[in-house]
Nanobody
Framework: QVQLVESGGGLVQAGGSLRLSCAAS????????MGWYRQAPGKQRELVAR???????NYADSVKGRFTISRDNAKRTVYLQMNSLKPEDTAVYYC??????????????WGQGTQVTVSS
């Protein structure tokens, strides 16, 4: 089994910054990708950013130039640096990872979610 534990959410004023962290643990052979999704009230969950094991990244158009995703493979941790935050960034942010486990089985995992609230 694999667990994803998130931290770093909170309340910030528009224009401010936050950094989210997500650490993976458990029976892990390889982490193929790690990323962040978000879900605002009444909206569908959407991809924010993702980084592969080869360090390729992709971002939602709405966050390009403001958010930066990075990963520390040794710590099995992914970070999301969020700058110039806007009220429309308010959502629950979920960590997501595609993991090959010790049994060589590939599965997708989700964190419990962390609230990010941006006040105007």
């Amino acid at each position: 089994q694999v667990q994803l534990v998130e931290s770093g959410g909170g309340l910030v004023q528009a224009g401010g910054s936050l950094r989210l962290s997500c650490a993976a643990s458990g029976s892990i052979l390889n982490i193929n990708y790690m990323g962040w999704y978000r879900q605002a009230p009444g909206k569908q969950r959407e991809l924010v950013a993702r980084v592969t094991s080869g360090s390729s990244t992709n971002y939602a158009d709405s966050v390009k130039g403001r958010f930066t995703i990075s990963r520390d493979n040794a710590k099995r941790t992914v970070y999301l640096q969020m700058n110039s935050l806007k009220p429309e960034d308010t959502a629950v942010y979920y960590c997501n990872a595609g993991v090959t486990s010790g049994s060589s089985r590939f599965s997708q995992y989700w964190g419990q979610g962390t609230q990010v609230t941006v006040s105007s």
